[in-house]
């Protein structure tokens, strides 16, 4: 069973599309993040979700929308794809909102054309 | 948030102890250090975490010194596998964790 699963692995758009990377985590934790890997490979936090409450909200664009319908899972939505958002986007969950140990999802490869 | 300082790149061979050093200066009281791993095409990995001294588990050992302004992650006799980023955290446990990873340190074990 995989504990922190995140679909689409891979997602290759045009510049100027809306698109959505769906995660979900069947650990029972109540904290679920969003991280960015870029291609310096630098992971920086997004978002952070408690019990489907944001927590962390880092500085990034309104044009991504982190949306949790339940605390088993953490959906990015991303209007107006521009070419710097392309990247590899980890969803991650931790048990409490303390981090401790995070464990993440294989990431989704995002490639804006 | 307490930044950390970690090589870029170590080499090693295969069968070797390698000790991949964390520099974290203005690490806080309640700060915990903590070590990921990363293999390509993944998300990164919890290996250990320590708040001082020494932490062992199956997979590395953590060595933190008294004023806690790096930590040591061991890895005993390594091997191909262990080919990855490593990277150093520092995480405050009195606010909601940012959990914020450095640039990390590739490690390339060779025969």
């Known amino acids: 069973d995989t504990a922190v699963s995140q679909t689409p692995k891979y997602l290759v758009t045009q510049m100027g599309n809306d698109k959505s990377i769906k995660c979900e985590q069947n650990?029972?934790?109540?904290?679920m993040y969003w991280y960015k890997q870029d291609s310096k490979k630098f992971l920086k936090i997004m978002f952070s979700?408690?019990?489907?409450?944001?927590?962390i909200n880092e500085t990034v664009p309104n044009r991504f929308s982190p949306k949790s319908p339940d605390k088993a899972h953490l959906n990015l939505h991303i209007n107006s794809l521009e070419l710097g958002d392309s990247a590899v986007y980890f969803c991650a969950s931790s048990q409490g909102r303390l981090a401790g140990e995070l464990f993440f999802g294989e990431g989704s490869r995002l490639t804006v054309l | 948030l307490a930044k950390t300082t970690q090589p870029i790149s170590m080499d090693s061979y295969e069968g070797q102890e390698v000790n991949i050093t964390c520099s974290h200066n203005?690490?806080?009281?309640?700060?915990?250090i903590t070590w990921y791993q990363q293999f390509p095409s993944q998300g990164p990995r919890f290996i250990i975490q320590?708040?001082?001294t020494k932490v062992t588990n199956e997979v590395a050992s953590l060595f933190i010194p008294a004023d806690r302004k790096s930590s040591t992650l061991s890895l005993p006799r390594v091997s191909l596998s262990d080919t990855a980023v490593y990277y150093c955290l520092v995480e405050n446990t009195g606010t909601a964790s940012k959990l914020t990873f450095g640039t990390g340190t590739r490690l390339q074990v060779t025969l």
């Open positions: 979700y408690n019990n489907k409450e944001l927590i």
């Open positions: 320590g708040y001082k």
């Open positions: 650990l029972g934790h109540d904290t």
């Open positions: 203005n690490i806080a009281t309640n700060d915990y």
